[in-house]
């Protein structure tokens, strides 16, 4: 049996909407059990009701305005600081939470702790690609600034999440840069390709910002701060998008049909887009899976989510990419 421990105060959305998603989850893995990290008048309930449902009681909750460092080190008994302090412990082999995503990297990188030799763990997430084929890509914003060591790490991390969750053999790696030239690219960018070079690591040139959804790569590396910038355009690009498409329909009966005849394909792309289908981004490099939600997530954002945890965790993907980076 997998225990995933699921923080479900500090979202956006009310614990009612994270609890229809493990219930979700719990209905669709018979070998999965959830510790529920919350409010006693919020897990205990749904505890009693459920099979294989255990409840976390915590007294605190971070919010998103709180300052993230300082409210984990203040707020022993936050849901977040007990569900990561209870992975740490061995009650749980997994974690997910929708709450304060500074929040959950202070606290999952404190508690659950790193891989030993893990310089910074990153934040990655399977973007969908034109070919089908999902592109693993790191760091979306965990480490704004990272030395070419640290990248080559971040490297060996996207493969193994690429080999162990993915399926692919040999994951070919990318390196963002604003051409795929090797010359191309800021002095740090070089140094970051001249590292990746080195890294033993499947390095196979530079990507461009048109890679991320093309599935040229397997697996595409960047800083924290570049990383960041590139996911919060393709978010808002694909807002754009929708935006505009629902505001065509009312242009015309002809334009109505045809939506209404792609509406089922524009909700699945919206929900590829939104990574729904995995449940949000997975933290790497650290002792066990940590998924990290949205702060507006949905229930089945949830629900995906808590079964990616338990799916990381079942595929050793810790130890994996312990052995990838030579530091088990």
Do not use: W
Not at 34 to 43: H, P, S
Not at 77 to 98: K, M, N, P, T, Y
């Amino acid at each position: 049996m997998t225990t995933i421990c699921v923080d479900v105060m500090g979202a956006d959305k009310e614990p009612e909407v994270l609890l229809d998603g493990v219930a979700q989850a719990l209905a669709d893995d018979a070998d999965l059990s959830v510790l529920v990290a919350g409010a006693a008048d919020v897990v205990e309930p749904f505890c009693a009701s459920h099979d294989r449902a255990r409840a976390l009681v915590t007294t605190e909750v971070i919010t998103m305005s709180e300052h993230p460092a300082q409210a984990v080190r203040a707020k022993k008994d936050a849901s977040i600081v007990r569900a990561a302090a209870a992975v740490h412990a061995g009650e749980a082999d997994g974690l997910f939470s929708a709450g304060s995503t500074g929040a959950v990297l202070t606290a999952a990188t404190f508690g659950v702790g790193r891989i030993k030799g893990i310089k910074r763990p990153a934040l990655s997430l399977p973007f969908p690609g034109i070919s089908g084929k999902p592109t693993v890509f790191l760091d979306m914003g965990a480490n704004a600034d990272v030395k070419p060591d640290v990248m080559v790490q971040f490297a060996h991390m996207g493969r193994a999440y690429s080999r162990a969750i993915l399926g692919v053999e040999d994951p070919r790696v990318g390196l963002l840069c604003n051409g795929s030239e090797d010359t191309k690219g800021s002095e740090m960018a070089l140094a970051y390709h001249a590292a990746l070079e080195k890294g033993n690591c499947g390095f196979a040139g530079n990507a461009e910002g048109t890679d991320l959804l093309a599935g040229t790569f397997d697996v595409i590396v960047a800083d924290g701060f570049t990383g960041n910038v590139a996911l919060k355009s393709i978010e808002g690009t694909g807002k754009f998008v929708i935006k505009r498409l629902k505001a065509a329909m009312g242009e015309s009966l002809t334009n109505k049909i045809g939506m209404a005849l792609l509406a089922k394909s524009l909700k699945s792309l919206a929900a590829e887009m939104s990574g729904d289908e995995y449940g949000g981004a997975i933290l790497l490099g650290l002792r066990a899976p940590v998924v990290k939600g949205h702060g507006a997530t949905s229930a089945q954002a949830v629900r995906m989510g808590t079964l990616a945890a338990a799916r990381a965790a079942r595929a050793g993907l810790s130890e994996k990419i312990a052995a990838a980076c030579d530091l088990s």
